[in-house]
């Protein structure tokens, strides 16, 4: 068992390191030291440990060579393949994953599985199979302080290729084979599902619990369940396959119990893998769902051949079998949470002697649930919903015990009344969720690596049966992390956070007491800019809206609804328009914390078009000053020279129109003379900014250039005597550019 925890810490420990551990090097090192540990404990367990790191570095590297080549990076591409799973349906396309012919993957050197979106919204059903033309790219995220890290998510999911969907396709005789056949199934369920009950949010809730398809659950439903933290009760996940497999196991054994001569208790436990299996086929047997089957399998083998083995050691084993099938479900917090939980409730039984009633039994199980979840959310998603307990209390048995088999009967047998008795469940959920919804959240800032082992630890001390100065002092080693705040620059610094928001602009000024944030960047913005506020502790931000255009105010409406301004400006009158707004005008000037905050632009009589109103501001401390100018055209920037001349000049320089080559001119950079210069762009973005003049110019210059679509989001610290800039630390399953 010692070897087994030994061999996971490993692993464990080379999937989250930054950069790939050297297997071969490792592997080496532990030949070369056999005589050294061999038949000896603690070096036999560190040889174990080395053994796991090798082991990931080297499917690691396995997955790096699937990914796309960097010459087929936007080139178009005409192939063949399957339509997997159940496409999803959004605003701005549909997305879906296809299966190249093993033909095309050979030709073209294409990874397994590709995701792709048609922004003509044409339907692509399941298990169909097409010859089309696509542009594919290498799978990418944004890469924040906070907020969710769609490259590790594409990773895990073993997606290695994303890209566009052209004009032209060709529906080609549909593949002969099981996955094909499942997948349209699963979609005439869906229909049927969704026809007995009704559109809306009750019928996409049935359907995401009996075959998977949560694509008809929206974001907004999403925000609740996050809130709430019921997000893992309306996925198909290990507690429903589990639940599933346990009643199928029970039934079994009480109808086999007359019949001791067939081996009662083996049977149950076949009959519950199968059932299990089935329901995660049903589901589409997708990758989370994988894990769950792999755990019921190891623990179903454990328990089939060696029946004297002990809850914990059920546990490890199925812990073990799921990293070594899949290594990146430790990427997943889904994956943290289902073995977490679980030996939560094991570690509550250590040692006990007797059992406590019914409810005792409730709340201590509960209350250890709540406390292990504790460290993954805060460190995943920066939220800890504090109703969370009061949710799951009701949300988990009404899920699991009620709605899920309901569904499960409704998807198996013909009857519409099935489905729309499940239907009234899922609507009382839902009442349930948006009841709790508007509960108070913790709010956790960006953690640093430091507190973690003690908050593990302290974790460790409040779930196991220990005297009481043990769980004292766990308490102890729990405060730090509920009690740290996100650190803020001294009087007269500025902390600089140029965020990551893909194709788009959004800038974070800090200084010791107050926060500005200029633009906000499109889309949704709890998907990056409100999780990077929150982890940085900007909490009741000034909000400045540079111009009217989407990829600077479009998440302006979002981030307004659900966090609170201290004050608003904007440089049209579009941005907005359902929140009074003070205008960007030249003059308006203050002092925060002994930084100076300058706008320069526009002036009253400003005409043109969206981007000559771009606010423009300059923010300076006592010798370094950051330029920002939104998307102020040439036309602008010789005003400006005209009016300040050499007052412009500023260490940092974000580039306007993100590097495009309408902003930017020859006098403008000889004037501001900055030493670092950002560009804000989204990677391979349709406008193919920044453009090749504006590199051209600046590469003639000593200036240092940065961007976001290459480093990611971006830290700087301007204070009395240099400018500070740190990128965040590149991970191995961040795509790099150019391909591999």
């Known amino acids: 068992m010692e070897k087994l925890v030994a061999f996971c810490l490993g692993l464990l420990l080379a999937v989250w390191l930054p950069q790939t551990p050297d297997w071969h090097l490792l592997l080496a090192l532990l030949i070369a030291a056999r005589p050294l540990w061999w038949r000896r404990r603690l070096p036999l367990l560190l040889a174990v440990l080395l053994l796991g790191m090798a082991y990931a570095g080297w499917r690691i590297e396995l997955r790096h060579d699937g990914r796309l080549p960097a010459a087929l990076e936007g080139v178009p591409l005409q192939l063949s393949g399957t339509v997997r799973g159940l496409p999803d349906p959004g605003e701005f396309g549909v997305r879906f994953r296809l299966v190249p012919d093993a033909a095309e993957q050979a030709r073209l050197a294409l990874p397994p599985l590709l995701e792709l979106n048609d922004y003509a919204k044409r339907p692509w ?118 639940l599933l497999a346990g009643l199928v196991l029970w039934l079994l054994r009480r109808l086999l119990q007359r019949w001791p001569q067939c081996q009662p208790q083996r049977l149950a436990l076949l009959g519950g893998m199968l059932a299990a299996l089935a329901y995660a086929l ?117 899920v699991s015990l009620l709605l899920t088999p309901l569904a499960l009967l409704a998807a198996a047998l013909p009857w519409a009344w099935l489905a729309q008795l499940a239907g009234w469940v899922a609507a009382g959920f839902w009442l349930w969720v948006d009841w709790l919804a508007a509960g108070p959240q913790w709010w956790f800032p960006a953690l640093p690596w430091q507190l973690l082992p003690a908050a593990l630890l302290g974790t460790l001390c409040l779930l196991l049966p220990l005297a009481r100065s043990l769980r004292l002092a766990g308490l102890l080693l729990l405060l730090p992390l509920l009690l740290y705040r996100a650190p803020r620059p001294a009087d007269g610094e500025l902390a600089v956070e140029v965020i990551d928001v893909g194709q788009g602009l959004a800038v974070l000024l800090q200084t010791a007491r107050h926060d500005l944030l200029f633009d906000t960047g499109a889309g949704d913005a709890g998907r990056n800019v409100l999780p990077v506020l929150r982890a940085l502790g900007a909490t009741r931000p000034a909000l400045m809206l540079s111009h009217h255009d989407a990829d600077h105010d479009g998440a302006a409406e979002g981030l307004l609804a659900v966090l609170p301004v201290t004050a608003l400006w904007r440089g049209q009158p579009g941005s907005v328009p359902q929140h009074a707004a003070t205008p960007c005008r030249a003059g308006q000037s203050w002092v925060w914390d002994g930084v100076q905050f300058d706008v320069l632009w526009p002036r009253p009589e400003t005409a043109g078009d ?29 005003e400006l020279l005209a009016r300040y001349g050499t007052a412009l000049r500023s260490q940092v320089l974000v580039l306007g129109h993100h590097g495009s080559r309408s902003a930017t001119a020859e006098a403008w950079l000889d004037t501001v003379q900055p030493q670092h210069a950002i560009i804000s762009a989204g990677y391979r973005n349709r406008y193919r900014h920044p453009h090749p003049q504006v590199l051209a110019r600046l590469a003639a210059r000593p200036i240092r250039l940065w961007r976001t679509d290459q480093h990611g989001a971006l830290q700087l610290r301007l204070g009395r005597d240099s400018v500070l800039l740190a990128r965040r630390t590149a991970r191995y399953w961040e795509a790099p550019p150019g391909g591999r």
Not at 211 to 239: F, K, Y
Request: a positive charge; charged letters at 15%; proline letters at 6%.
């Open 125 to 242: 059903p399941p298990g169909s199979r097409w010859q089309l033309q696509v542009r594919l790219r290498q799978p990418r995220g944004t890469a924040n302080v906070a907020g969710f890290d769609a490259g590790r998510w594409y990773w895990s999911e073993g997606v290695l290729a994303s890209g566009s969907v052209g004009k032209g396709r060709q529906a080609l005789p549909a593949a002969s084979g099981f996955w094909p056949w499942l997948d349209a199934s699963r979609q005439r369920l869906v229909v049927r599902l969704n026809a007995a009950i009704g559109p809306g949010r009750d019928a996409a809730l049935v359907a995401a619990l009996a075959v998977g398809a949560q694509q008809g659950i929206e974001r907004r439903e999403w925000q609740a369940l996050a809130a709430t933290g019921l997000t893992h009760a309306v996925s198909v996940s290990g507690l429903h396959i589990t």
């Open 282 to 398: 049903l589901a589409g047997f997708s990758v989370p769902t994988q894990r769950t089957v792999w755990m019921l399998a190891a623990s179903t083998v454990a328990l089939w051949r060696w029946r004297s083995l002990s809850p914990w050691q059920v546990w490890l084993a199925a812990l073990t079998l799921v990293l070594l099938l899949d290594p990146f479900a430790a990427l997943a917090a889904g994956c943290w949470l289902s073995f977490g939980l679980v030996g939560a409730l094991l570690a509550g039984e250590v040692g006990r002697r007797r059992r406590p009633g019914y409810w005792p039994a409730l709340l201590a199980a509960q209350w250890r649930v709540t406390l292990a979840s504790l460290l993954p959310l805060a460190l995943m998603f920066g939220q800890w919903p504090l109703l969370s307990p009061l949710a799951n209390a009701l949300g988990i048995p009404l």
């Open 610 to 638: 969206d981007n000559s109103h771009s606010c423009v501001l300059r923010v300076a401390t006592w010798r370094q000053a950051i330029l920002l100018s939104g998307d102020a055209p040439q036309a602008v920037e010789e």
